[in-house]
């Protein structure tokens, strides 16, 4: 190994590199900055905004994840239905949780007309409680509702309720 140093101090292998890769790094990073900032921004116009926000599914709440194999990982909870599961076609992806289906073993329906959650049985073979006790049909959601599916043991944070929501 070559040892090397550069006008600036910096240390390099002579050998592997034919100049300093610190000093040709910062140099890059100020290129790339210089450039970046001689391109515009697009900015869509009126129209074009109002349709994205239509599209976009705002978040609604969140669940997060208090014992299992996604210990403190959160999910939000968007406008709509949102499908529970294994899979990543899921909207709320229990990825690591194996007594969780893969597709569909419950769902979160928010309502954003009674500013309501609803959690939903997709599978009645499939085990589903809230609070510790098993449910077998829809069942409205409250603030700090602790939901279990298979192992996994959520607690719900709803944003939007009876104070707020995105129609107002």
């Known amino acids: 190994m070559k040892l090397t140093k550069c006008n600036k101090g910096h240390y390099y292998n002579g050998e592997k590199?034919?100049?300093c890769p610190q000093c040709s790094h910062i140099s890059t990073e100020k290129e790339l900055r210089t450039e970046q900032s001689s391109i515009p921004t697009a900015i869509p116009n009126a129209h074009a905004?109002?349709?994205?926000?239509q599209t976009m599914q705002k978040t609604v709440g969140w669940v997060v994840c208090?014992?299992?194999?996604?210990?403190?990982?959160?999910?939000?909870?968007r406008e709509g239905e949102n499908r529970i599961g294994r899979s990543t076609?899921?909207?709320?992806i229990l990825l690591y949780e194996n007594s969780v289906s893969r597709e569909d073993h419950a769902s979160i329906q928010y309502d954003s007309?009674?500013?309501?959650?609803?959690?939903c049985i997709k599978k009645q073979e499939c085990y589903v409680a809230v609070n510790?006790?098993?449910?077998r049909r829809d069942t409205l959601l409250s603030n700090?509702?602790?939901?279990t599916i298979g192992e996994c043991v959520l607690v719900f944070v709803p944003f939007c309720d009876k104070t707020f929501g995105w129609n107002e």
């Open 113 to 119: 007309g009674q500013r309501t959650f609803t959690l």
């Open 89 to 92: 076609a899921m909207d709320i």
């Open 132 to 135: 510790q006790k098993e449910i």
């Open 66 to 77: 208090i014992k299992g194999n996604m210990l403190g990982e959160s999910f939000p909870i």
């Open 49 to 53: 905004m109002k349709q994205i926000q």
């Open 144 to 147: 700090r509702d602790r939901i």
């Open 17 to 19: 590199f034919p100049s």
